[in-house]
């Protein structure tokens, strides 16, 4: 008599659903293009290439931020406008508080600059649809 083989062995039960696990590393990753301002949106620019908002978010740090580096660089180098400088870090981190809490209460959807977006969101979009 000729035994029968067992049943093949069942799949395990996912761990986690896809769809809250792939939202939860783009809320990651979306705040992580915050966290150092243009450093770290440069990181998450070449990271995060394959969702779009996530690209998006880390170019909207970098011009954010990075302008505003620049800006005090430059401003900086100029004795008698100095004076500026100090309002323009206060402003550069009621921004990084705004784009902080906005990513931490999100779910890793794209987050506009308050009152700069409708000057820099073009040069945003360039910028992450430069990377593929």
């Not at 180098?77 to 508080?97: A, S």
Request: charged share 10%; proline share 9%; aromatic share 10%.
């Amino acid at each position: 008599m000729s035994e029968m083989p067992p049943p093949p062995p069942s799949q395990p039960a996912p761990m986690g659903g896809t769809p809250s696990a792939a939202g939860s590393n783009k809320k990651t990753y979306t705040i992580l293009a915050y966290l150092l301002g243009w450093i770290t949106g440069l990181i998450f620019l070449f990271v995060g290439k394959d969702d779009p908002d996530v690209k998006w978010n880390a170019a909207n740090s970098i011009v954010v931020f990075g302008g505003l580096s620049i800006i005090l660089f430059v401003i900086g180098l100029i004795p008698v406008v100095q004076l500026i400088v100090i309002p323009l870090w206060i402003v550069g981190f009621i921004y990084w508080i705004i784009f902080m809490v906005q990513a931490l209460q999100g779910n890793g959807e794209r987050i506009h600059a308050p009152g700069l977006s409708g000057v820099i969101d073009k040069y945003v979009d360039q910028l992450a649809t430069s990377v593929k």
